[in-house]
Nanobody, 126 residues
Framework: QLQLVESGGGLVQPGGSLRLSCAAS????????LGWFRQAPGKEREGVSC????????NYADSVKGRFTISRDSAKNTVYLQMNSLKPEDTAVYYC???????????????????WGQGTQVTVSS
């Protein structure tokens, strides 16, 4: 059974950092495009950052460029989101998602991804 489990969320002060992890079980992430998404109360889910199966193509929402970094570790079957210089507007539930896609992927639309984790809360507040 394909499963994604996020961890690493929490409460952090503005300007702080967090690293989110998303571990996969039941399948290998090697041939999957992966993404991080977030949803704040009353807002639609939005793409934060995505990476293709090779790791050679990444994209970021304009609001997080220069602050967040997505990466993947095949040995650990895990995808990460390093978040630096956090702002109160980054507060949301963060989800990881996957889709089988061996070819290069440039989209970070939630509708492209079919397998989702349960989410982890990130709160940025003083």
């Amino acid at each position: 059974q394909l499963q994604l489990v996020e961890s690493g969320g929490g409460l952090v002060q503005p300007g702080g950092s967090l690293r989110l992890s998303c571990a996969a079980s039941g399948f290998t992430l090697d041939y999957y495009a992966l993404g991080w998404f977030r949803q704040a109360p009353g807002k639609e889910r939005e793409g934060v950052s995505c990476i293709d199966s090779s790791g050679g193509s990444t994209n970021y929402a304009d609001s997080v460029k220069g602050r967040f970094t997505i990466s993947r570790d095949s040995a650990k079957n895990t995808v990460y989101l390093q978040m630096n210089s956090l702002k109160p507007e980054d507060t949301a539930v963060y989800y990881c998602a996957a889709r089988l896609a061996r070819a290069r992927v440039t989209t970070c639309s939630p509708s492209f991804f079919g397998s989702w984790g349960q989410g982890t809360q990130v709160t940025v507040s003083s």
